[in-house]
């Protein structure tokens, strides 16, 4: 029975462990939550532009003159796709704001707990972002894939 220990009699030393900042990570979290405050600002202009373009287009509705520049194509089908790209900006950087702010908050009251959901909006961020670029990978390669088949079909 000497060679049975219990489960905590195999923990290590490190998990007991808790991760500390010292003044110049905080420093550095804070500098990265700023500079997070700015680039989600930006993103907010730069997604209402999108949006402010998306609603002009439809606006503009049956042009003929906007369907002739653009051969065809009804500008509502392009008004979708700036307001579709419109979303997809808007959601990273809704959660950027949100690292940014939780962040700041967390080091002004040195809370762990809000800290921790700092992080995880930092995550979301990040998979947001991921997940946009796959999306425009694969709506580029359909894209590529029909314009390679109308240029075969045409030959």
Known sequence: MDDQKTFSEYNSSFDS??????????DFLRGAANWGTGLAIMGF?????MLLA????????NMQEMNRAMNGMPISSLAFMYLIMAVMYFIPMLFLIKFASSTKNALSENNTHKLTASFRNLKNHFMSVVISIILIIVVFIVFVAVFAAAVAGSM
């Open 17 to 26: 462990f808790e991760l500390q900042l010292n003044n110049e990570a905080k």
């Open 45 to 49: 202009i730069f997604s209402g532009f």
């Open 54 to 61: 998306a609603l002009m287009m439809f606006a503009a509705g």
